[in-house]
C-alpha cells in the first residue's frame, strides 16, 4: 500500500457560488425522484424483507414519503448477529492494510455521491445546506482519519525490552459490534462508528435511526460496492425497543457502539451487562448520550464574538445536536447589553423548508420531537422570560420558531434537561467563579465554551469547567475530526472521543505476545 498524506479534513462547499448550488439542486431533485421506493434489510448479503414496514417522511413536507423499509423482527436481528459472528472467522484475519484500502474506497464513493449524500439529509433529516455538507464531510472525514489509525495499530507494536525474550503486543478485533446511531448527524455518526468497527477487524450490524434509515441504506449500499465480503456488514433497520434489544441481549453480541438519548443509552449499558446463557465474554459498551451545554459570556467577552457563537450553537440544525448551546451564562454586568444584540439576531433566523437555501432553520425532525419540543417551552413560559419565539406549526412540516427564555434559574427544568430543539436559556452570573458553577451543575458534561478576554480566567475554565469538549472563544459546536476529538463527562457517556486517536483502541482488545529466544527456534 503506497503511503497515506497526512490526514486533513474535507473542505466544505461553497453554496454561495452559483455553480456548486446548482449541482445541489440537481441532487436534490434527483433523489425526489426516487422518492417512494421500498428498500430491503442486508444480512449475509442477502436482501431481505420483513412482514412490518416502516415509512420514513421529510420533515419539512410530512406529506413527502421518502420510502419504506423493512422493520425488522427480533428473529432478524439475531440472524443477522449469528451471521456476522461466521463472518467475523475469517474476517479477523483480514490485514489492516486491505482494510483500510476498503475503507479508502467507500471515502472515493461518498465523495462521488456526496452532493446526493447531501440531498438525502437535506430530506431526511431536514438539515439546511450547510449543516447537511457538514454532516457528509464528517463522514468522509472518517474514512480517511480511522484507516490511518488502523494502519498504525496494525501489526506488532513495541514494548519494553527484554533479555532473551521477544515481546510484542497487538492489537486485535472482538468480534461482531451492533452499532445503534441517531438520527441527528444520521451520515457522520452512523458512518463513524461503522468504519471504525470494521477498519478494527470486526463485524458489524447496524441498525440505523428510525427517523432516518434511507441514509442508513445509501452508506450500506456503499460499503456493499467498496468490496467489504458478505456478513461482514448487515444492515437491519427497525424499532430500537424491540430488534434493537434483541441484538444488544444477544451472547454472541461483542460490543454495542451506541450513540443517543440518555435513557436508552442506560437501558442499554444495563441490558448489556447481563450475561446472557452462552455467553463467554463481558460485553463492551460505549454510549455517547445527551449534553446541555452551557457557554459563559464573561464581564470581559467579545459580544462580537459571542453573540453569532452562541446563535449559531443554540439554532445550528434546529438545536438538536448533542453538542447544542442550550445554555447561556452571563456576567451579571454585560448580561443586558449581551441580550440587546442576542435577540435581533435570533429574530432575523428564517424558519422555513431545509431544501429552500434560503432558509436558516429547518424543522424538528419529527411531531415526537414537535409535541415534546413544544412542551417544554410551555414549561419555560413558567420558568423564564420569553425573549424569542415560543411558537409551533406542525400542520405540514414540524417547525419551531427559534425559542429564547432569559432570566432562568439555574436549577428550572429547562435549565436541568435536554430539550433537543430551537431552545435556549439564558443565565445571569454574579461573577467568573458563579458562572462556572453554573456550567457545571447539571448531570451532563459534554461541550461547553467561554467568552473571555481575561487569561485567568480562561486558564480557570480549562481545569474547572467540566466537561468533554471545551472550546475558548468560540462556539461549542462544530467538532472537527482529528481536531477536536468528541465524547462527553457523567451523563453524556463514556467519552469514547470519535475522531480522536485513541478511538479504534476501543473496537479491539490487546495481546501481548514474548518469545522466548532458543537456539532451536532460531535455526528455523
Ligand atoms: P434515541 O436514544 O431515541 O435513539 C438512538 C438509537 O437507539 C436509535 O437508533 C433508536 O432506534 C435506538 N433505540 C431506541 N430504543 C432502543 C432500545 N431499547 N434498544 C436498542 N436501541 C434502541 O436518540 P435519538 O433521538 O435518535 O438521538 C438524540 C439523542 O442523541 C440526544 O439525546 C442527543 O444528545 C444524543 N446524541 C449524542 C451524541 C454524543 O456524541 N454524545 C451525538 C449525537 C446525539
Known amino acids: 500500500m503506497k503511503k497515506l498524506p497526512p490526514f486533513k479534513n474535507e473542505a466544505y462547499q461553497d453554496f454561495s457560488k452559483k455553480p456548486v448550488a446548482a449541482k445541489l439542486q440537481a441532487a436534490i431533485r434527483k433523489v425526489r425522484a426516487s422518492f417512494g421506493r421500498e428498500y430491503a434489510l442486508i444480512i449475509g448479503g442477502e436482501r431481505l424483507r420483513s412482514d412490518q414496514k416502516l415509512e420514513s417522511r421529510n420533515p419539512s413536507d410530512k406529506k413527502e ?3 419504506i423499509f423493512q422493520k425488522a423482527t427480533p428473529e432478524q436481528g439475531r440472524q443477522a448477529v449469528e451471521v456476522a459472528h461466521r463472518a467475523f472467522q475469517t474476517w479477523r484475519y483480514e490485514p489492516a492494510e486491505k482494510r483500510a484500502e476498503r475503507l479508502l474506497n467507500v471515502g472515493k464513493l461518498m465523495r462521488q455521491r456526496r452532493n446526493e449524500l447531501v440531498a438525502w439529509c437535506i430530506l431526511e433529516a431536514g438539515k439546511t445546506w450547510a449543516e447537511a455538507d457538514a454532516d457528509v464531510s464528517e463522514a468522509i472525514d472518517f474514512t480517511e482519519y480511522y484507516s490511518r489509525q488502523a494502519l498504525r495499530l496494525g501489526g506488532p507494536q513495541k514494548t519494553q525490552p527484554f533479555p532473551g525474550e521477544k515481546p510484542e503486543l497487538r492489537y486485535i478485533p472482538l468480534g461482531v459490534v ?21 477498519v478494527s477487524g470486526n463485524t458489524v450490524v447496524l441498525k440505523p435511526s428510525s427517523d432516518t434509515p434511507g441514509i442508513g441504506a445509501q452508506v450500506a449500499d456503499i460499503l456493499v460496492e467498496a468490496g467489504f465480503p458478505e456478513g461482514v ?36 449499558v444495563d441490558r448489556a ?14 454510549a455517547e448520550m445527551g449534553g446541555k451545554n452551557a457557554t459563559i459570556i464573561d464581564e470581559s467577552a467579545d459580544l462580537d464574538a459571542a453573540v453569532p457563537g452562541t446563535v449559531a450553537a443554540a439554532f445550528g440544525y434546529q438545536g438538536q445536536k448533542c453538542s447544542a448551546g442550550s445554555r447561556i451564562v452571563v456576567h451579571q454586568k454585560l448580561y443586558d447589553q449581551f441580550v440587546e444584540k442576542f435577540v435581533p439576531k435570533v429574530k432575523a433566523l428564517k424558519v422555513g423548508p431545509a431544501a429552500d437555501p434560503t432558509s436558516n432553520v429547518g424543522p424538528v425532525i419529527s411531531q415526537g420531537a414537535f409535541d415534546s419540543i413544544m412542551s417544554y417551552i410551555e414549561i419555560g413560559k413558567g420558568e423564564g422570560k ?43 452570573a454574579k461573577n467568573f467563579d458563579h458562572a462556572l458553577e453554573i456550567a457545571n451543575c447539571t448531570e451532563y458534561g459534554l461541550t461547553g465554551a467561554v467568552f473571555s478576554a481575561n487569561r485567568k480566567h480562561l486558564e480557570k475554565a480549562r481545569e474547572q469547567f467540566f466537561c468533554g469538549n471545551l472550546y475558548l472563544n468560540r462556539k461549542c459546536t462544530g467538532a472537527l475530526v482529528g481536531v477536536h476529538p468528541f465524547g462527553g463527562f457523567n451523563m453524556s457517556g463514556t467519552d469514547s472521543k470519535a475522531g480522536g486517536s485513541d478511538y479504534l483502541l476501543l473496537f479491539t482488545q ?4 514474548t518469545e522466548r529466544i532458543t537456539k532451536a527456534a532460531k535455526r528455523k
Open 233 to 268: 456488514f448487515n444492515f437491519v433497520p427497525g424499532s430500537g425497543a424491540t430488534v434493537g434489544n434483541a441484538m444488544v441481549e444477544h451472547p454472541l453480541t461483542r460490543m454495542i457502539a451506541f450513540t443517543g438519548s440518555k435513557e436508552v443509552g442506560l437501558d442499554i
Open 178 to 198: 451492533v452499532v445503534i446511531p441517531p438520527w441527528n448527524f444520521p451520515c457522520a455518526i452512523l458512518c463513524g462508528m461503522t468504519f471504525a468497527a470494521l
Open 386 to 428: 420569553l425573549l424569542t419565539g415560543g411558537e409551533g406549526d406542525s400542520s405540514y412540516g414540524y417547525y419551531i420558531q427559534p425559542t429564547t427564555f432569559a432570566d432562568v434559574d439555574p436549577h428550572a427544568r429547562i435549565a436541568q434537561e435536554e430539550i433537543f430543539g430551537p431552545v435556549t436559556a439564558v443565565m445571569r
Open 65 to 67: 414519503l421518502i420510502g
Open 510 to 513: 490487546a495481546k501481548a505476545i
Open 273 to 286: 451487562a447481563k450475561v446472557q446463557p452462552g455467553q463467554i465474554w463481558i460485553k463492551r459498551v460505549i
